[in-house]
Antibody, heavy 122, light 106 residues
Framework: EEQLVESGGGLVKPGRSLRLSCRASGFTFGDYTLTWFRQAPGQGLEWLAFHRSKAYGGSSEYAASVRGRFSISRDDSKSIAYLQMDRLRAEDTAIYYC?????????????WGQGTVVTVSS | DIQMTQSPSTLSASVGDRVTISCRASQDISNYLHWYQQIPGRAPKLLIYAASNLQSGVPSRFSGSGSGTYFTLTISSLQPEDFATYYCQQSYNTPLTFGGGTKAQI
């Protein structure tokens, strides 16, 4: 079964850091671009960042709201992606999802993790 | 940034109803438009990709149409498990953006 599982969420104070992990199984992780989204309480979905596969250059892009504070990386040998979140703010409180970008489906996101909750509060 | 506008934001319907949700892009996105369903407490699920292609395993009562700036998602006969929130999303360029969501309720 193709699957993504996030971990690393929790309660953190404003200004501190947190690193989320996204572990893949059931497919060749290195063949796909990996993307992070979040959903604030009661709100819609927000794209945060993606890390392209090596076949597509291996580069990354970020949403303006997190650029310079968040950093995405991946270890294809371990089938894991990471989201390093620095200088966290209260407005970063959300459920964080990782997802697989399927280029064969016009870059639709066909596999999602279950989400990990991040709460930023003093 | 490409703005995605969905309507309605809430729809009230009954089991068996035919419902249509619309999504408008602020610029031409060709067919780089996808639809997702989200049940409370769950991750989003891909329903339709590239405007009109049914994702594997999704019931055929779901269908999508449109291109350019206007798109629709239709559920031909609403089932109890379809009461959820639906989002459109464009993958034409970054930042990737979603519509605000349509909550289907009884």
């Amino acid at each position: 079964e193709e699957q993504l599982v996030e971990s690393g969420g929790g309660l953190v104070k404003p200004g501190r850091s947190l690193r989320l992990s996204c572990r893949a199984s059931g497919f060749t992780f290195g063949d796909y671009t990996l993307t992070w989204f979040r959903q604030a309480p009661g709100q819609g979905l927000e794209w945060l960042a993606f890390h392209r596969s090596k076949a597509y250059g291996g580069s990354s892009e970020y949403a303006a709201s997190v650029r310079g504070r968040f950093s995405i990386s991946r270890d294809d040998s371990k089938s894991i992606a990471y989201l390093q979140m620095d200088r966290l703010r209260a407005e970063d409180t959300a459920i964080y999802y990782c997802s697989r970008d399927n280029q064969r489906l016009s870059d639709a996101f066909d596999i999602w993790g279950q989400g990990t909750v991040v709460t930023v509060s003093s | 940034d490409i703005q995605m506008t969905q309507s309605p934001s809430t729809l009230s319907a009954s089991v068996g109803d035919r419902v249509t949700i619309s999504c408008r892009a602020s610029q031409d996105i060709s067919n780089y438009l996808h639809w997702y369903q989200q049940i409370p407490g769950r991750a989003p699920k891909l329903l339709i990709y590239a405007a009109s292609n049914l994702q594997s395993g999704v019931p055929s009562r779901f269908s999508g149409s449109g291109s350019g700036t206007y798109f629709t998602l239709t559920i031909s006969s609403l089932q109890p498990e379809d009461f959820a929130t639906y989002y459109c999303q464009q993958s034409y360029n970054t930042p990737l953006t979603f519509g605000g969501g349509t909550k289907a309720q009884i």
